[in-house]
């Protein structure tokens, strides 16, 4: 077998060095390590790196498949946590100054079965504040900084920023995030791989602070689609501490993944959702439904029956009436060092009434009901992820949202992906959306799995310093 970089490898190449034994979880931790000492101190991915422990777990790793005990494929290989993942004993931050010194009472169901697979907890890696904000800005625990462009500082995405660059620049293999509307695949697009958004209920959010409890969903942020497949495999099925679960048996998207898109139906976005979008995004999207069409896909363009920015506005009203409802009492509390960009963020929910809230929900079943008629003969609906490339900093308008695609997942409670789908003239990536009907996170990750074969994408890596 030829020999991998650790430091770049996928998740699927390291399980099959690890199992061949031309690699170590030992050597391929330590190049990780001496990675992150190198890079992350510019790139601000980790807010906590758990480098005696991860030690330890590796050499336990590669004492027990030496020894003939290795317990899966995913045995010793490292993966990074959102800073909202509850380890027990551990420091979870939710990203906020508030909470420097909050011990997490217990450890989470995801992490309890990352764990339990073998895999390596590397470290916490840096969200915006309470996970309420779509472009990766923290005002006081730091904005981790896009790998793509290392001379001005672009956004990462949000809320899982730090899971998306340390991914992304190779600190990580693979690494967890959160989306509740749009926050594991705006990182994942605005970095160049691959996000996966579940359907809820799908990954128990047992162990992780909630934002919204109605829209909240953990998922992997990876650099392949069989990545993705392989952390949701273990990660997806009841879990009797969060019960909106145990709708839902577990999934194995992995038989089906190499299956192709022959005979899918593929629906695209009506002409009249294009404005807005930067040229650029549009090309790369209009190149990659040509792509998919030519593997045996279906392109058709049903009508929707609403504007995306109809469900973009409702979201913001589940999020910001359940966010309060968690943490209201701090963002109310002038005293204390909130993020001043997420502080008016949370209290939106001050002002939403109980009437408004159920309202709002009713609503939503109603969107849900007509979005599945006009899209029933409709395998999936594919957007560009974000409007435009990641953009400097200093040209955020924070009082907006970067989430406008990405939105109406969480809230016609769809499944999704975010795969790479070219590069801008500047060298930033660019993103495509699947988005599929709930539950079938398998027909999103083999639409993936097609494209991204054909495509490549995946094998640029950022510049190095």
């Known amino acids: 077998m030829t020999r991998i ?12 060095a690890f199992g061949a034994r031309t690699l170590s979880p030992v050597d391929a931790l330590e190049a990780l390590l001496e990675r992150i000492r190198r890079r992350n101190p510019a790139l601000h991915a980790y807010i906590a790196v758990y480098e005696a422990d991860a030690r330890l777990a590796a050499e336990a790793a590669d004492r027990a498949i030496r020894a003939g005990h290795r317990v899966g494929p995913l045995h010793g290989v490292p993966i990074a946590l959102k800073d909202l993942v509850d380890l027990e004993g551990r420091v979870t931050t939710g990203g906020s100054k508030v909470w420097v010194e909050r011990v997490s009472p217990v450890t989470a169901t995801l992490a309890e079965r990352l764990i339990a697979a073998g895999m390596i907890v590397l470290g916490k890696t840096h969200t ?7 472009f990766g800005t923290n005002t006081h625990l730091g904005t981790p900084w896009n790998p793509w462009d290392l001379a001005v500082h672009r956004t990462p995405g949000g809320s899982s920023s730090g899971s998306g660059v340390a991914v992304a ?24 791989i691959v996000g996966l958004k579940v359907t809820a209920g799908r990954i128990s959010t047992y162990g992780v602070l909630p934002l919204s409890s109605t829209l909240d969903t953990p998922g992997p942020l990876a650099r392949s689609v069989e990545d993705a497949a392989l952390i949701f495999r273990v990660l997806n099925g009841p879990d009797p501490r969060d019960p909106p679960t145990l709708r839902w048996a ?3 998207p992995l038989p089906a993944l190499r299956r192709g898109v022959g005979g899918l139906r593929l629906a695209v976005l009506p002409d009249a959702e294009r404005a807005g979008v930067d040229a ?9 439904l040509t792509t998919l069409a030519g593997l045996g896909a279906r392109i058709v363009r049903p009508a929707l029956p609403h504007r995306l920015s109809d469900y973009a506005a409702a979201t913001g009203r589940i999020i910001g009436a359940e966010g309060y409802r968690f943490v209201g009492h701090l963002v109310d509390d002038m005293s204390l060092p909130i993020d001043p960009h997420i502080r008016p963020r949370i209290q939106l929910g001050r002002g939403v009434s109980a009437r408004d809230y159920l309202l709002t929900l009713a609503g939503r079943e109603e969107h849900q009901r007509a979005f599945a008629a006009a899209l029933a003969d409709a395998d999936a609906l594919l957007t560009p992820t974000t409007q435009t490339a990641a953009i400097p900093l200093a040209a955020i308008d924070q009082s907006g949202t970067a989430a406008h695609f990405t939105r109406a997942g969480n809230y016609l409670g769809l499944c999704g992906l975010a795969v790479p789908d070219g590069f801008t003239a500047d060298g930033l990536p660019t993103s495509l959306q699947i988005l599929c009907h709930a539950g079938e996170e398998g027909t999103a990750l083999r639409i993936g799995w097609a494209y991204e074969q054909a495509s490549g994408w995946r094998e640029r890596r950022p510049p190095e310093p």
């Open 5 to 16: 970089d650790p430091v770049w490898a996928t998740v699927a190449e390291l399980s099959r």
């Open 128 to 134: 915006v504040e309470f996970a309420m904000g779509s």
């Open 169 to 192: 620049a190779g600190l990580a293999p693979v690494a967890i995030g959160t989306d509740t509307g749009g926050s594991v695949r705006l990182p994942a697009a605005w970095c160049g």
């Open 250 to 252: 577990p999934l194995d």
């Open 280 to 288: 650029e995004v549009l090309a790369a999207y209009d190149a990659a």
